[in-house]
């Protein structure tokens, strides 16, 4: 594992120490990357990858095997990484990548994965996260497992197993009657008014929102090392990607640059278009996509059954405008009533419960299909971000579905519960 | 992949083809092994599988890695199986598999992956099953994979993402006022119906049950060649293992006995323990291995929020006995506080959710440990067979959780709702 040379902003370039616990660049508030010393690098980092994860203890096997591009730090694991890619039994040329087998049930795993290991090699005592759902879900398990309070607020309609996640894990739960944007709001006054109350800084509440830190996004790479590996070392034509806050799109785009300068992708591969996939209800990144323009402006009245889509302003915007641009891809919007039809279509066709938002992407690609702009033998990395089971409730009330606890009591043995 | 030497009956040995579709030894209704031929095997399988894995397909990452040890076939898969192993935070001996990143969330993917597999081999059309609720969410889902329709019949009061699984992936569902032996007696006489009334051979369900065919318990023996695997080819002291129809259990030793022949572990090695991990409120193996019988009672009034665990008579009670004795592990009950209390100290202090059949089995240990049967430095792998995500609603229940649904809507921005 290498050590961290510096943490970088992502445009102005400003570089910062990595041995103390830092957020944004102090002097433009944009967010950090983690820098390592590449021809240190080239030297010790190896693509050669399943023969050392043999070797090495049972830890290693999940997102750990790219232990050699990760910062060196003791890891807090659940088994994060290294999930199912899937080959769909209708399109020759796409990819499922099924990240609800990551502990939690979410990608978010590898971002809160490694991003509470460096918690806690720094020492914090307190995390706070304003969330759409599945990243208070993440912290709540790995700030468990890292002897760490977890302070998750989120909003109060969210799937109920993420309220679940966070009382059974032990967190201060706050479920707030607005959205994620309130969420972050009540994060950081609460901060600044522990700050302004002078409580010891040992007792104020690290903001372990995403973009806001450095290793959350460093986490996510690891999804772009594994696509590309899982893929024979090789680009897709194209990635799909749910986009909430779109932090896994920044790290894939990250990963895709490293993996470049250290020669484990040929110089000159042609990069994949990278496509943005968002609800109709909230679809921020769509509008300013389709608008021309560089940042996203908040989405008013954002509502979708697809939780973790419900970013009104995702803090990355302008980096995922940019990426979607420069790689030749966009950003696609579907309605609720596509994304349910997908999920249906996907578990009655394939046997794979989707998450609404991984249905989005579907729901999507099915419309590229169809147009002409895909064909269905063009190389494509779906990610589905999360387990379908997580979102049961949501599920079922989308299709207006009776639960069977409903039923009397006294109905015979043998009766059939149809939907309604 | 080797083909199938012959099918055996577990004790009397009779022999029957592969040929054909087989449920039971028609002679003596005795369960059916998966037989090759061991000296061929001895050439041309080898324990050296990473390397292999590494440059075979995408899709041979999972339980088929052991291709070699697994009748050849086209997989239906979904990625199931090479799930975690996770040392525990706090015994240092202690290993979790964590087979709830299995697709459908359960380890019921390995069995219900390879038999369905084979029923379309067979090119077998319907697929019937009696399910305590995760063989019916995996068969449902392997089903819609293979293009094959799955009926399920499970108690109606499973899981709700258990009813969820079923409709969704458009199988055809019933949900019976009674448990699985209504569910199993159903299915039979569903099928003897059938066949007096002089149905079409294709037309007439397969019963897909635990043991009444032979490829279930084949494909979750991959969980005994995945744990030495994962432990570097060596056995741990014992093994806990969650027992509703308890095959995991059978399958695991039928993985050590090949292995043994194989030379992928050293003749002589002592083999692990087994541990059959109960409800008290269904226990018909603890009650037959504490009585000392060979087979076990069909147990009264089943009644257990661990619903995997609610099986009033295994069908393999007698080999899961069998192996019990001969392994000098035993079996434990453990009440449903006792199982919710472990959930809750397992989510709190070790960033895990188990399902509540894998806290049965934490539980027990705990119990061993206080006892001093068991030393915290003992080498043990305790299987969590399913992921507590699936058990939102059963765990809520038992912890008597309000829903944030039920929240009136005009509640404040930032209010905190705590579990009554």
């Given amino acids: ?10 445009r102005t370039h400003n570089r910062l120490s990595a041995d103390v616990p830092q957020t944004l660049d102090p002097a433009t508030a944009e967010s950090l990357y983690v820098r390592y010393d590449m021809d240190e690098l080239k030297k010790t980092a190896t693509r050669d990858l399943p023969a050392k994860a043999a070797a090495a203890s049972v830890t290693s096997l999940g997102m750990w095997r790219y232990a050699c591009v990760l910062p060196d730090v003791t890891p807090v694991t659940l088994g994060e990484g290294w999930t199912p890619m899937l080959q769909s039994k209708r399109y020759p040329g796409l990819y499922i990548k099924e990240e609800g087998a990551n502990p939690t049930g979410a990608f978010k795993a590898r971002g809160l994965g490694l991003a509470v290991s460096m918690a806690k090699h720094y020492g914090l005592k307190h995390l706070a ?37 966070g009382i059974v894990y032990g967190a201060d739960v706050h479920m707030v009657d607005g959205l994620i944007s309130d969420c972050a709001r009540l994060v950081g006054e609460e901060i ?52 909430g806050g779109g932090v896994g799109l920044i790290g894939m785009w990250k990963a895709f640059d490293e993996m470049e300068e250290l020669g484990w992708i040929e110089k000159g591969s042609k990069r994949p278009k990278m496509y943005a996939l968002q609800a109709s209800g909230c679809a921020p990144i769509v509008k300013a996509y389709d608008e021309g323009k560089q940042v996203s402006e908040f989405y008013q009245h954002a509502a979708t059954f697809a939780a973790g889509l419900r970013v009104p302003k995702p803090y990355g915007d302008q980096i995922i405008l940019d990426i979607l641009r420069e790689s030749g891809g966009r950003a696609i919007g579907s309605t609720d009533e596509a994304i349910l039809a997908s999920i249906l279509d996907w578990a009655k066709n394939e046997g794979l419960l989707l998450s609404p938002e991984g249905a989005a992407a579907t729901a999507a690609y099915d419309e590229l299909i169809a147009s002409g702009e895909l064909k269905p033998t063009d190389k494509v990395v779906l990610f589905n971000t999360g387990a379908g089971l997580k979102y049961t409730d949501m599920i079922a009330e989308a299709m207006h579905l009776r639960r069977p606890g409903s039923l009397p009591t006294s109905m015979p043995v043998g009766g059939i519960i149809t939907p309604v």
């Fill in 129 to 165: 996260v304003p969330s759409a759902g599945n990243a208070a879900g993440a912290l709540a398990a790995y700030a468990a497992a890292a002897g760490i309070t977890a302070h998750l607020y989120m909003p109060k309609d969210v799937p109920f197993a993420n309220y679940l996640e």
């Fill in 1 to 10: 594992m290498p050590k961290i040379a510096y943490l970088e902003s992502v």
């Fill in 192 to 243: 600044k008014a522990q700050k302004a109350a002078g409580l010891p800084a040992e007792e104020v509440w690290f903001d372990i929102s995403t973009l806001k830190e450095p290793f959350r996004v460093e986490g996510k790479k690891t999804m772009g090392y594994e696509l590309v590996e899982q893929l024979g070392w090789t680009y897709p034509d194209a990635v799909f990607y749910p986009t």
